[in-house]
């Protein structure tokens, strides 16, 4: 809303500028000095009368170039009216128009223009409020439909692409809005191209800046994220543990009917963590008998004793 305003503030100061050239206000002071020291020099020598018709005539010259003389920039077309009919478009550079009887009462911009427009707290299709930002690149291909067929087509081309934002925003869902902007830019360049070609206006991109919604809902969605998170890792950790216990069960089938095989595994692994110093042991008592265990911790503590110091 308050973009839309700052255009319409801008098109009022381009009106109010009469595009007098700076060419224009120099003749008028050359003439205008011409005409006095005209009058310095005729004044003793000829009639009064005279002196006043040189200097009306020279001023008057100098107003009618005034206002008479146009300088259009590379970029500009000028929409002239004669007696308030439309006679032609002149620019860029310099041109002619008849005071009084043509007026030139729009001035066209032939650039690439950008307007910023937004949609603020607009309902989305699942009823959640969104505020969202845009930017829409424009240019005027015929200048005489954009002073012709609507009274302010910046502010027009503004309230167009506000409008037709907030139509596509009522029909989608939050979760399209969030990923699918490309979409959102396309279909919104389409509806604002066939509003504003009648104007002489054709749309060449648009593009979503921001999409804002509202922080509670912001929480709710990265909590609602962290807890998908969260599933995923129980999940890969579920897997890996299927995965291992299927290792388990296939390297098992190794010792099923090798009693002495599992039998030296396990005095391995009883090896290995009793020679890691301070390591504490427990097995069961039967375990002593079976696996000789009182002579393998006897070896240990020898090898412990006679190491080298560092």
């Known amino acids: 809303?308050?973009?839309?305003?700052?255009?319409?503030?801008?098109?009022?100061?381009?009106?109010?500028?009469?595009?007098?050239?700076?060419?224009?206000?120099?003749?008028?002071?050359?003439?205008?000095?011409?005409?006095?020291?005209?009058?310095?020099?005729?004044?003793?020598?000829?009639n009064p009368n005279w002196i006043n018709v040189w200097l009306t005539a020279w001023v008057l010259i100098?107003?009618?170039?005034?206002?008479?003389?146009k300088v259009a920039s590379q970029w500009e077309k000028a929409v002239v009216l004669r007696l308030g009919k439309f006679r032609l478009l002149r620019g860029?550079?310099?041109?002619?128009?008849?005071?009084?009887?043509?007026?030139?009462?729009?001035?066209?911009d032939g650039r690439v223009m950008v307007t910023p427009f937004s949609a603020e707290k607009t309902l989305t299709k699942d009823t959640v409020p969104v505020n969202v930002d845009a930017v829409l690149f424009w240019v005027v291909w015929d200048a005489e439909k954009a002073a012709l067929e609507v009274e302010d087509y910046r502010s027009a081309i503004a309230w167009a692409a506000q409008t037709a934002l907030r139509d596509i925003i009522g029909r989608m869902m939050l979760a399209d809005i969030l990923v699918g902007r490309s979409a959102i830019d396309q279909e919104l360049q389409h509806i604002i191209d066939e509003r504003t070609t009648p104007w002489g206006v054709?749309?060449?991109?648009?593009?979503?800046?921001?999409?804002?919604?509202?922080?509670?809902?912001?929480?709710?969605?990265?909590?609602?994220?962290?807890?998908?998170?969260?599933?995923?890792?129980?999940?890969?950790?579920?897997?890996?543990?299927?995965?291992?216990?299927?290792?388990?069960?296939?390297?098992?089938?190794?010792?099923?009917?090798?009693?002495?095989?599992?039998h030296l595994r396990g005095m391995n692994m009883l090896f290995e963590g009793l020679k890691e110093k301070g390591a504490l042991v427990i097995v069961p008592s039967s375990a002593v008998d079976t696996m000789n265990l009182g002579a393998l911790s006897g070896m240990i503590a020898l090898a412990q004793n006679n190491k080298p110091k560092e």
Do not use: C
Not at 12 to 19: E, L, T
Not at 62 to 69: P, S, V
Not at 205 to 230: F, H, N, T, Y
């Open 62 to 69: 100098g107003i009618i170039l005034l206002f008479a003389l």
């Open 92 to 108: 860029p550079g310099a041109f002619w128009i008849v005071p009084i009887i043509d007026t030139i009462p729009t001035w066209i």
């Open 202 to 262: 054709t749309v060449q991109s648009v593009e979503i800046r921001d999409v804002v919604i509202p922080q509670v809902l912001e929480d709710a969605m990265s909590r609602q994220a962290q807890a998908e998170r969260e599933r995923q890792a129980r999940v890969i950790l579920g897997e890996s543990e299927k995965q291992i216990a299927s290792s388990f069960a296939e390297a098992s089938q190794a010792y099923v009917n090798n009693p002495t095989a599992l």
């Open 1 to 46: 809303m308050e973009a839309i305003k700052n255009i319409m503030q801008k098109n009022r100061v381009a009106k109010a500028n009469q595009h007098i050239p700076p060419i224009a206000i120099l003749l008028f002071g050359i003439f205008l000095v011409i005409a006095v020291f005209g009058v310095s020099y005729m004044e003793g020598k000829v």
